[in-house]
């Protein structure tokens, strides 16, 4: 789904609430409720009534990002002995901080996408997490390096999301009979060529489409239009989250910790169902180390990019339904990095940044009333932009092929006492690969990590207001970068996207949605079920609410199963 903020929310004047969207939200609430298939779980002939009366249910669970937590959040609540394995020393999985460069960032998701019947929202609430409505101002600066004009940047930019508005429609109401090699940027030539702008213009809006990478996370020539539909989000706006996940996370995390067991350092290579001695279905788990662990159900969450490397195997293998359902998901190659400086000598030097208690009560926004939101205070000066565009650049001889870069700036007085003089910059796709691989062999205290990045970026933020090159101020003092596709345990990856298959890929195409369906049911039948952001409603796809509703919805499913619940955790 999308990582930075978006005009694609269901309300608003960018997108109409999307049926085929809604339909499936209220599906997947009341799926949970129906009673087992017969059909699909008739070879587990031994439910846990015909076990020994004394028998405690275990569910094994692959992971402790946000749906592994959050499955065993809902599971432990019923006396279900729960055991989490995880291959990272650490709970949160693509969710994580860094405190290197002096304060605290997440390397993960930055983003809560929807305020409205969001459960993140409402833990953002309960921890006092500091969230930001950031609004969508932009700086734009063109190919040849130099800063559009306000006017003109803004006009072409909301032709631009008009278009990117236009497109979702056309892919709800036609993706049957979009060819699954149609993408976002051909939809964007027919309307352009239709279109009375000038040459000029028609490129500049074409260049600025291009933002759409750093929210799919890779370039938007390969963004299927058959599924743009796909990357709307739920109701409300989108909140950067000021503070981190930090405290979301431990929260989720609580029950787990407390009356789960959680194995750090744990990689699973093997998942087999199979009958115990006493002929009783179970699930054998085989780790890299070669201990083995039974379960009576396991659940899965590893992410999709994972999947697609039988990491880990299943045995028997997967139906092929399923395993073409894994090949036809397509995974994000987002990338982040931090720049910090002495001072955000890219603000006015009149701005003044106010603490979290001066900008709060008054600016907080509904439908989130108590939750820390930082808007703009008034009456101080115009401050930078939240947002940076460089399109196209011709100006850096190491981007190669002409990404755009895209930046906020975290020196934005929305973010109230959370700011600092740092710009957080975007990469994805080809990008992104390329700029993890200067990288790939340092670590972020050597100066070789810090020169290649700062020379990779000095062409973006030396374009920036009141940039001096004899002035300290506007040399960085620290860098980090995320590595998400060197990251084995996130997939080599980012999140779910919905991009265009592979020319040399000739394995079925159907609708994304259809796929979904097959990863988010499973195979009960084994007792397996496959659980994360790849197989959350379609409105959360990609997202931390998505992961989150994923792990409660599996794990009321395995409840009911083993009538083991009565009450209802979805709403």
């Known amino acids: 789904m999308m990582e930075r903020s978006s005009r694609l929310d269901q309300n608003g004047n960018q997108a109409k609430k999307p049926g085929r969207m809604q339909a499936d939200l209220t599906k997947f609430f009341e799926d949970v409720k129906s009673t ?7 070879n587990r002939n031994t439910t846990s009534a015909e076990k020994n009366s004394k028998h405690r249910l275990h569910v094994g669970i692959i992971g402790a990002g946000i749906t592994g937590l959050r499955c065993a959040d809902i599971l432990t609540q019923h006396n279900v002995k729960v055991t989490i394995l995880e291959g990272r020393d650490r709970i949160g999985g693509r ?29 953002a609430k309960e921890t006092h997490t500091t969230v930001s409505d950031t609004g969508e101002e ?5 190919e040849m390096g130099v800063v559009m004009q306000e006017d ?65 996370g890779d370039t938007w020539e390969k963004q299927s239009l058959r599924n743009f539909w796909l990357e709307e989000c739920l109701d409300g706006g989108n909140l950067y989250v000021a503070s981190t996940h930090r405290s979301i996370v431990e929260r989720i995390a609580e029950a787990a910790l407390l009356h789960g067991q959680i194995q750090f350092s744990t990689k699973v290579i093997s998942v087999e169902a199979r009958d115990d001695v006493n ?59 931090y720049i910090t400086f002495p001072k955000a000598f890219w603000e006015p030097a009149t701005t ?34 939240i947002f940076g565009h460089f399109l196209a650049p011709c100006y850096s001889s190491q981007n190669y092929e002409r990404h755009n870069i895209e930046l906020v700036s975290l020196s934005s007085p929305s973010l109230g006492s959370y700011s600092h003089p740092s710009l957080l910059f975007y990469t ?45 101020d506007c040399h960085p003092k620290g860098i980090l970068a995320s590595d998400w596709q060197s990251d084995e345990m996130a997939g080599w990856g980012s999140y779910t996207n919905f991009s265009l298959k592979d020319e040399d890929d000739t394995g079925e195409t159907g609708l994304l949605e259809e796929d979904v369906l097959e990863l988010r049911h499973g195979l009960p039948e084994r007792g397996i079920w496959l659980a994360g952001e790849h197989t959350a409603p379609l409105v959360a796809l990609g997202t931390v609410t998505g992961a989150y ?3 409660q919805w599996t794990a009321e499913k395995i409840l009911r199963y083993h009538d083991l619940i009565q009450e209802d955790y979805l709403k």
Not at 138 to 142: A, M, N, S
Not at 435 to 456: D, G, K, R
């Open 279 to 337: 002929g009783i279905p179970n699930v054998l788990i085989i780790t890299e180390s070669g201990k083995s662990l039974d379960f009576d159900e396991v659940v899965v969450t590893v992410p999709i990019g994972c999947l697609q490397r039988d990491i880990p195997r299943f045995s028997p293998p997967l139906p092929p339904r399923l395993t073409q359902a894994i090949k036809n998901t397509s995974y994000s190659r987002l990338e982040k990095v």
């Open 36 to 42: 087992p298939d017969a059909a699909r779980i008739r």
């Open 549 to 551: 509703w994923s792990g």
């Open 428 to 472: 994805y796709g080809s990008l992104g690969t390329q700029i993890i691989s200067l990288i790939s062999s340092l670590t972020p205290s050597s100066p070789e990590y810090f020169a290649a990045l700062n020379e990779f970026f000095l062409p973006y933020y030396s374009r920036l207001p009141n940039y001096d090159r004899t002035s300290s």
């Open 152 to 216: 003109k940047a803004n006009s072409l930019s909301d032709y631009t999301w008009q278009i990117i508005t236009e497109a979702i429609d056309y892919s709800k109401e036609n993706s049957e009979r979009i060819a699954p090699t149609e993408s976002l940027k051909d939809f964007f030539d027919k309307k352009l060529a239709e279109s009375d702008l000038n040459p000029d213009d028609r490129k500049t809006v074409l260049q600025m489409a291009r933002t759409l990478g750093s929210f799919t």
């Open 95 to 123: 969710i994580s901080q860094s405190d290197y460069l002096g304060y605290p960032v997440d390397m993960g998701p930055n983003w809560i996408h929807g305020t409205r019947d969001n459960p993140i929202v409402d833990i």
């Open 352 to 385: 003044n940044i106010p603490s979290l208690d001066s900008a709060l009560p008054n600016n907080h926004i509904s439908p989130t009333a108590s939750i820390p939101i930082i808007n703009k205070p008034a009456n101080l000066p115009e401050p930078f932009p």
């Open 138 to 142: 932009g700086y734009f600066v063109d």
